[in-house]
């Protein structure tokens, strides 16, 4: 596993600050699940109903929204929840390495195995 910052802070920001979202913005991510979820079921009643239901098949908006991609949207949407929010994001890094660790109380680095459990939590 490859330390990649800007991949691993959108993951970060996308995995526990999705409350400063938008609703449309929390819309196009479900409609990211569903449309990945969909591309790998095998059944394909499920997959159609995946992207009609939750994937936003039929929403111009959405599709346009991830016309450059979904790794392009959710960077976007991590810079400007950083830029409009940057004072309510607290990034967790490890003391050591300094690297992103996995949740904000996280006290073990998934990246270095540095542990710091003794530290008060933010």
């Not at 990945?36 to 095998?42: D, H, I, Q, V």
């Not at 039929?58 to 790794?71: S, T, Y």
């Not at 929840?81 to 996280?106: E, M, W």
Request: proline fraction near 2%; charged fraction near 20%; include cysteine.
């Amino acid at each position: 596993m490859d330390y990649n910052e800007d991949d691993i802070l959108t993951t970060y920001i996308w995995n526990h600050y999705t409350h400063l979202m938008t609703n449309f913005e929390r819309q196009v991510g479900s409609a990211i699940i569903a449309r990945t979820k969909a591309e790998s079921s095998s059944d394909l009643h499920m997959a159609d109903m995946l992207r009609r239901r939750w994937g936003g098949a039929d929403a111009p908006a959405i599709n346009a929204a991830l016309q450059q991609g979904n790794d392009v949207f959710r960077q976007q949407v991590c810079e400007r929840l950083l830029a409009a929010y940057g004072d309510q994001i607290f990034i967790n890094r490890c003391p050591a390495c300094q690297r992103i660790v996995r949740t904000p109380k996280a006290r073990l680095c998934v990246w270095c195995g540095h542990t710091w459990y003794e530290q008060a939590t933010v």
